[in-house]
C-alpha cells in the first residue's frame, strides 16, 4: 500500500476532572471478574491520586518503577505475571508518563502474544489484539498517548513494537493529572513535542495532515514556552493537547535529526528522551536554525538547566555503539535529509556531533 491506513486511538475523553469518569468508562469492558490492573507511576504512590483509582473486585493497582525507561525484561515479567495469577485480564490502564503509557500498552500485547516482547520489535510483528487498555498522561509531551508504539530496551536495541494493534482503545486527558510535575521534567518532556513539531515540519516527508497537526501544536507550546512567563492551568491545558496534536503529526510523518542522535545517547548511556533531546537539540543549528533558536531562547526563558559535556572522555568504540545506533534510523535521516542523506551525514560528521554534545 502506498498510502499509510493509519490506526486512531478509538475513544477519548478531554477534560479537566475527566479522571473522575474512569470507573463509568471501564464499566462496560469488564469481562465476568477478570480484573482491571492499573500501573500507575510510581510517582504517585502515597499521593491523592492513588486513592482515587476506581478498584473493584480484583482488580489490582501496581506502581510501575520507571527510574529506567521500560525494558521488555520488565514488560515479560509483568504479563507473565497476570497471566499466572489471574489467566486473563479485562484490560490495563497506564497512569503516568510516556514510560508508563509503553509499559501499558506492551504488557497488554505481551497478554495475548506468545514468547517474549523482544520477538516483536520491529514493525507489525505483532500477532494478536492485545487485551482492552487505556492510557491515562500525567505528563505531556511524549505524544505516547496517540501513537501506534511502545519503545522498549531489549537484549540487543531500543525500538518499538510498532503495529496496528498498540495504539490504545481509549485515552483520558485531563490536565488536572500534571500540576505537580517538576520544572525540569515538565520542560523536557514539553521540548519532546515542541521537538517533534519542528522535525516533522520541516522535514521532507511533510504533507498537509502532518502539517495541520504540527502547526497548532508548534503554536500551543509557543504560546505557553515563549509568549508568556510563569505556568498556571491553561498551560496545562495547552500543552496535553499539545502532546496529542504533535504525537498525530509525526505518526503522519516522522521525526528527525534530534531524535536519532539522542537514541544512540539514549542506548549507549541511559539518558532519558526528554532531557536527550534537549541535549541533542541545542546543537543543531545547522539543521534546524530557527527552532533551535527559538529553543535556546524558551531554555533561558523558562529558567532550565542542560546538561553538556555528557560524551566527554568516551571511546572510540562507545562513539562507534553511539554512531552505529543513530544511523541505523534510516527513515529519521530520510525525513530529516532527503533520500541522500547518507552523503551528508557521513560518520565523521555524526562523531563531530556527539562530541559536542
Ligand atoms: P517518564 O514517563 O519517563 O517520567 C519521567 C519522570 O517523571 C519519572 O520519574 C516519573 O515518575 C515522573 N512523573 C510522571 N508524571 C509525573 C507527575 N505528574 N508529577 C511528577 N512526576 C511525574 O517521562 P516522559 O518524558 O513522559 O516519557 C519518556 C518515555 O516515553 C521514554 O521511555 C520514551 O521512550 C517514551 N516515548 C514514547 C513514545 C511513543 O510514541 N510510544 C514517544 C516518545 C517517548
Ligand atoms: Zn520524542
Not at 508504539?149 to 482503545?169: E, Q, Y
Request: proline share 4%.
Amino acid at each position: 500500500m502506498s498510502f499509510r491506513n493509519f490506526k486512531m486511538v478509538s475513544y477519548v475523553v478531554y477534560g479537566r476532572g475527566s479522571f473522575n469518569q474512569l470507573d463509568e468508562i471501564l464499566a462496560p469492558h469488564r469481562k465476568g471478574d477478570a480484573p482491571m490492573i492499573f500501573l500507575l507511576d510510581h510517582f504517585f504512590e502515597g499521593k491523592p491520586l492513588a486513592g482515587r483509582v476506581p478498584l473493584r473486585g480484583k482488580d489490582q493497582l501496581i506502581f510501575a518503577d520507571v527510574t529506567y525507561e521500560p525494558k521488555t525484561t520488565q514488560v515479560d515479567a509483568l504479563a507473565n505475571q497476570l497471566k499466572e495469577k489471574f489467566g486473563t485480564v479485562s484490560g490495563i490502564i497506564g497512569i503516568g508518563g510516556g514510560s508508563v503509557m509503553d509499559l501499558a500498552k506492551a504488557v497488554s500485547l505481551m497478554m495475548n502474544n506468545p514468547g517474549s516482547s523482544a520477538d516483536y520489535q520491529g514493525w507489525d510483528l505483532v500477532k494478536h489484539a492485545g487485551v482492552y487498555k487505556v492510557g491515562i498522561p500525567t505528563l505531556s509531551g511524549t505524544g505516547a498517548e496517540v501513537s501506534r508504539t511502545t519503545v522498549l530496551t531489549g537484549p540487543t536495541r531500543k525500538l518499538g513494537m510498532n503495529s496496528d494493534f498498540t495504539p490504545f482503545d481509549q485515552i483520558v486527558l485531563d490536565p488536572e493529572l500534571t500540576k505537580d510535575a517538576p520544572a525540569n521534567q515538565r520542560f523536557y518532556t514539553g521540548m519532546d513535542c515542541y521537538i517533534h513539531c519542528i522535525e516533522s515540519l520541516e522535514g521532507t516527508y511533510l504533507n498537509e495532515f502532518s502539517k495541520s497537526y504540527g502547526e497548532k501544536a508548534l503554536q500551543l507550546c509557543q504560546d505557553i514556552y515563549v509568549k508568556r512567563s510563569g505556568w498556571d492551568e491553561t498551560c496545562d491545558d495547552k500543552l496535553m493537547m499539545a502532546s496529542y496534536a504533535g504525537g498525530m503529526s509525526i505518526a503522519y510523518s516522522q521525526v528527525g535529526v534530534a531524535h536519532a542522535v539522542s537514541y544512540g545517547l539514549s542506548y549507549l548511556l541511559g539518558t532519558k528522551h526528554g532531557i536527550g533531546n534537549c541535549i541533542v537539540m541545542n546543537h543543531l543549528e545547522e539543521y534546524y536554525p530557527a527552532g533551535v533558536k527559538e529553543f535556546k531562547y524558551m531554555v533561558e526563558k523558562n529558567q532550565i538547566d542542560i546538561p553538556a559535556g555528557i560524551c566527554k572522555g568516551l571511546t572510540d568504540e562507545q562513539f562507534d555503539a553511539m554512531i552505529n545506533v543513530s544511523l541505523g534510523m534510516k527513515p529519521l535521516w530520510e525525513n530529516a535529509l532527503g533520500k541522500d542523506w547518507e552523503k551528508q551525514m557521513t560518520r565523521d560528521k555524526l562523531r563531530a556531533l556527539y562530541e559536542k554534545l
